[in-house]
């Protein structure tokens, strides 16, 4: 018997808050419905507000709440379905202080208001429920890659390009997902300050550009480059301090086109140099995020890996819903009390479920 759960993701971006409703039986999965939703402009700059500070208002937190309602009623509506045919929502959050070192991650909205809303029950808290395992509690969608891989049955790298890098790979035949560093957030935050653009389209800005390689050697000197994986990291980490404070110590003045290009190669080259760990042989590539819509981005990473990229993965998963679509499975290992072993996607170092059923 099939069951349907939803999933909602929102990234570093906040460009869309992405809703997909996922249907599952035993041996398959399909995706029903993907709908996006853009933040309201109030909303996203207290969002916006709210990251740097590291803390959420309860009034934001409420707000929040009301609106991820108001999606997932509206796509359960538009999928022709009725509320109590959904087992469940997964609800990540939206990402506001995500720090494993010191053992916490903590995130945008108020879960338990969410549920008294929806009148479904809600998981959530993945990513601390991972971190109490031992691992980094990102990126979870490792778990979801494994999934995808076990139902194709062959070994495929996934290649997530949101506002940070994640992949997944194979080393002597074992699977390892991670964080690379910076995919977007820098390039997108960049051109915000500087050109008053939302992100760079299609790399149009970085193509007018040269690389600036005193500039890329000292960012690329950090040591989250050289950690060993598995890894995971943000905004608390790469930001426009960060980025500010390497171009302060170069000794010429740097345009800001050329900083774009250079912030583009530095994800280019960062993301390769981890994708070419892989030890599998013959291996496929799918890569998704809002960075697929970046061609000089994706275009600079597939010219320097082994991977042979494909963009249909099947089961009507998109490069956009797919994060989406990933939290809803997780949500679904979570309501049938499914555990995970320790393991070297996250880094885990105990079994445990992953997430928290509201």
Request: hydrophobic residues 35%; contains cysteine.
């Amino acid at each position: 018997m099939s069951k349907y759960y939803i999933g909602i993701m929102c990234g570093t971006s906040l460009d869309t808050l992405d809703v997909s409703t996922i249907k599952l039986s035993k041996k398959s999965i399909s995706v029903v419905s993907f709908y996006e939703y853009k933040i309201p402009t109030n909303q996203k700059r207290d969002i916006k507000k709210s990251i740097k500070k590291s803390k959420a208002t309860k009034k934001l937190n409420s707000e929040v709440s009301h609106y991820l309602a108001s999606c997932v009623t509206k796509s359960i509506k538009k999928s022709g379905l009725s509320p109590e045919k959904i087992c469940a929502v997964a609800y990540p959050g939206i990402t506001l202080d995500h720090n494993p070192q010191k053992k916490y991650s903590k995130y945008i909205g108020d879960i338990n208001l969410l549920k008294n809303l929806i009148k479904i029950p809600v998981v959530a808290n993945f990513r601390q429920t991972d971190i109490h395992a031992g691992g980094q509690g990102a990126p979870m969608t490792g778990y979801f890659h494994q999934f995808i891989s076990s139902l194709k049955k062959k070994r495929i790298c996934f290649l997530n390009l949101g506002g940070f890098g994640n992949v997944t790979i194979y080393v002597n035949n074992k699977q390892f997902s991670y964080d690379t560093g910076p995919a977007n957030y820098l390039i997108d935050s960049w051109c915000k300050l500087k050109f008053k653009l939302d992100y760079d389209k299609n790399g149009k800005i970085a193509k007018q550009g040269e690389i600036n390689h005193e500039l890329l050697k000292r960012m690329s000197a950090d040591a989250f480059f050289k950690k060993k994986y598995p890894k995971s990291t943000g905004f608390e980490r790469f930001n426009l301090q960060w980025l500010q404070g390497h171009i302060d110590k170069c000794q010429k003045r740097i345009s800001n086109i050329d900083v774009t290009t250079t912030l583009t190669y530095l994800s280019i080259s960062s993301i390769s140099q981890e994708l070419n760990r892989n030890t599998s042989n013959k291996s496929s590539i799918f890569i998704y995020g809002g960075g697929v819509k970046n061609k000089l981005l994706v275009d600079g990473i597939c010219s320097t890996i082994k991977q042979k990229r494909f963009k249909n993965i099947g089961f009507k998963i998109s490069e956009k819903n797919f994060e989406s679509v990933a939290f809803a499975w997780l949500a679904s290992t979570r309501i049938n009390e499914i555990k995970f072993p320790k393991s070297q996607i996250t880094g885990r170092k105990r079994n445990g479920y992953i997430g928290e059923v509201i």
